[in-house]
Antibody, heavy 114, light 114 residues
Framework: DVQLVESGGGLVQSGGSLRLSCAASGFTVSSNYMSWVRQAPGKGLEWVSVIYYGDDTSYADSVKGRFTISRDKSKNMVFLQMNSLRPEDTAVYYC??????????WGQGTLVTV | DIVMTQTPLSSPVTLGQPASISCRSSQSLVHSDGNTYLSWLQQRPGQPPRLLIYKVSNRLSGVPDRFSGSGAGTDFTLKISRVEAEDVGVYYCMQGTQSPHGYSFGQGTKLEIK
């Protein structure tokens, strides 16, 4: 069964750091573009970051310079290192797998509260 | 950045009746490869988003055929031919034409039963 499972969320003070993890099963993260998408309480979806072929990365302007996406091919996992956190970063963070220009696979999400 | 604008933001519908959601992009979503990377996602209450339709009109396997997508260029529509109770939730359009350098979502349309 294909599955993404996020972990690492929690309560952190403004200016603090947190590292989110996304464990994949049923498919290989290194063969897919993998993104983080967040959703503030009661709000819509906001794309955060993507890691793609060759481990190149891209970020939304709102997190550029503060967040870092990475992956561990041996563990089949994707990570999001979040530094200098702000109250506006409070959200559920979803790990998502991309194909055909869309996010066809989503995890259950992990809540980050700043 | 491409801005996605959905209308309406709220749609009360009677069970068994049709529903329609519009999505407009601030620029053409036609990619240089000829594809249009516009997709529709459904988010039921308390659940992560779920892909329904990709590349304008392609239904993901398992999605009921009462859901259909259409459109071209900058104007797109999601139609539900006969709304069922399980269709309650928020619907998002999303562009992946700028992948991997950016993705954007519409504000979301809340579908509720009258």
């Amino acid at each position: 069964d294909v599955q993404l499972v996020e972990s690492g969320g929690g309560l952190v003070q403004s200016g603090g750091s947190l590292r989110l993890s996304c464990a994949a099963s049923g498919f290989t993260v290194s063969s897919n573009y993998m993104s983080w998408v967040r959703q503030a309480p009661g709000k819509g979806l906001e794309w955060v970051s993507v890691i793609y072929y060759g481990d190149d990365t891209s970020y939304a302007d709102s997190v550029k310079g503060r967040f870092t996406i990475s992956r561990d091919k041996s563990k089949n996992m994707v990570f999001l290192q979040m530094n200098s956190l702000r109250p506006e970063d409070t959200a559920v963070y979803y790990c998502a797998g991309e194909g055909s220009g869309t996010f066809y696979m989503w995890g259950q999400g992990t809540l980050v509260t700043v | 950045d491409i801005v996605m604008t959905q209308t309406p933001l709220s749609s009360p519908v009677t069970l068994g009746q049709p529903a329609s959601i519009s999505c407009r992009s601030s620029q053409s979503l036609v990619h240089s490869d000829g594809n249009t990377y516009l997709s529709w996602l459904q988010q039921r209450p308390g659940q992560p988003p779920r892909l329904l339709i990709y590349k304008v009109s392609n239904r993901l396997s398992g999605v009921p055929d009462r859901f259909s997508g259409s459109g071209a260029g900058t104007d797109f529509t999601l139609k539900i031919s006969r709304v069922e109770a399980e269709d309650v939730g928020v619907y998002y359009c999303m562009q992946g034409t700028q992948s991997p350098h950016g993705y954007s979502f519409g504000q979301g349309t809340k579908l509720e039963i009258k």
